[in-house]
């Protein structure tokens, strides 16, 4: 496709359910980025991908978050036993420059979370 | 912390020429300045970056103050279309990859 697709558009997920979100990013993007937006906030930074490696998963909130990126082009975000506080919409960014920081990201229109 | 200082919230006309400000002064002299928007129910999407220079694109301009302690984004003729939260960020040179996008400012556009 032209821009990244992220699926599903919105999630509603029972408290201790896992889900996982995916990510298509643009076709031949080096760069992949996981970002989390609460209600009302900016996007906050998760964890960065080149190609298949996960060069940076410092934002991770808790370990019962997981990205991966097997093949260097989609990706998926696990977040196992869902928590109330995981509600948020979590976008996906790609980049055809390997690290940063001139360049734009195009940024997909995000998965929202809703934990009940 | 790559942190900037943006209003709240600003309010334009449509047709009308907006400046929205950015202050930047910790600012070193690798970090380049990125701004994006944010439309509702969407992703960021990219306006413009920049180092020193002032830089014009088909969406907006960015003056950068002559200390580069500041900015302004310029639409030129504001429309309907351009009511977002729009984010000014900062990102060290070298390979810091990461958007710290803070709350920006949310532009309103009036008919």
């Known amino acids: 496709g032209a821009g990244v697709s992220q699926s599903p558009r919105y999630k509603v997920a029972k408290r201790g359910q896992d889900v996982a979100l995916r990510c298509d990013p643009i076709s031949g993007h080096v760069s992949l980025f996981w970002y989390q937006q609460a209600l009302g906030q900016g996007p906050e930074f998760l964890t960065y991908f080149q190609n298949e490696a996960q060069l940076d998963k410092s934002g991770l909130p808790s370990d019962r978050f997981f990205a991966e990126r097997p093949e260097g082009s989609v990706s998926t975000l696990k977040i196992q036993r869902t928590q109330q506080e995981d509600s948020a919409v979590y976008l996906c960014?790609?980049?055809?420059?390997?690290?940063?920081?001139?360049?734009?990201?195009?940024f997909g229109e995000g998965s929202r979370l809703t934990v009940l | 912390d790559a942190k900037t200082t943006q209003p709240n919230s600003m309010e334009s006309n449509e047709e009308e020429p907006v400046h929205l400000p950015c202050n930047h002064s910790?600012?070193?002299?690798?970090?380049?300045i990125h701004w994006y928007r944010q439309l509702p129910s969407q992703g960021p999407e990219y306006v413009i970056h920049?180092?020193?220079s002032n830089v014009n694109n088909r969406m907006a301009s960015l003056a950068i103050a002559e200390d580069r302690k500041s900015s302004t984004l310029i639409l030129h003729r504001a429309t309907l279309r351009d009511a977002a939260v729009y984010y000014c960020?900062?990102?060290?040179?070298?390979?810091?990859?990461?958007?710290?996008f803070g709350k920006g400012t949310l532009l309103t556009v009036n008919p």
């Open positions: 920049g180092l020193t």
């Open positions: 960014a790609s980049s055809p420059r390997a690290g940063g920081p001139a360049g734009e990201l195009f």
């Open positions: 960020i900062r990102i060290a040179g070298g390979s810091n990859y990461k958007l710290t």
């Open positions: 910790t600012i070193s002299g690798t970090d380049y």
